[in-house]
């Protein structure tokens, strides 16, 4: 089973970028599709992005859609997931997340293996 661990969240300030990444131990993430989640304070947890196993397909929430890129580098166990233009309902606790096929789900359920999670606070 593969064990990930969240880094690289913080308090910036509105327009600012963060860089978070995610580290796996365990297992390649090779074998995995890795996905980042999002959890608002008072809010349910939301797809943010995933990438495919290979790291060719990715996808995005509408709400992220040209300010985030995931990505993961095999050869390294690592994955990322690169900020710009945050915005204050960008407010969340970051997660990331596995599971072991070659599509990209959004249901939280499709997802068995999570970290911990990063904090992110962005300031008006």
């Known amino acids: 089973q593969v064990k990930l661990v969240e880094s690289g969240g913080g308090l910036v300030q509105t327009g600012d970028s963060l860089k978070l990444s995610c580290a796996a131990s365990g297992r390649s993430i090779s074998d995995y599709t890795m996905a980042w989640f999002r959890q608002a304070p008072g809010k349910d947890r939301e797809f943010v992005s995933g990438?495919?196993?290979?790291?060719?397909?990715?996808q995005y929430a509408d709400s992220v859609k040209g300010r985030f890129t995931i990505s993961k580098v095999n050869d390294k166990n690592i994955a990322y997931l690169e900020m710009n233009g945050l915005k204050p309902e960008d407010t969340a606790v970051y997660y990331c997340?596995?599971?072991?096929?070659?599509?990209?789900?959004?249901?939280?359920?499709?997802?068995?293996?999570w970290g911990l999670g990063t904090e992110v606070t962005v300031s008006s």
């Open positions: 997340a596995a599971r072991p096929g070659i599509t990209i789900k959004v249901p939280i359920a499709a997802y068995g293996v």
């Open positions: 990438i495919t196993w290979d790291g060719l397909s990715t």
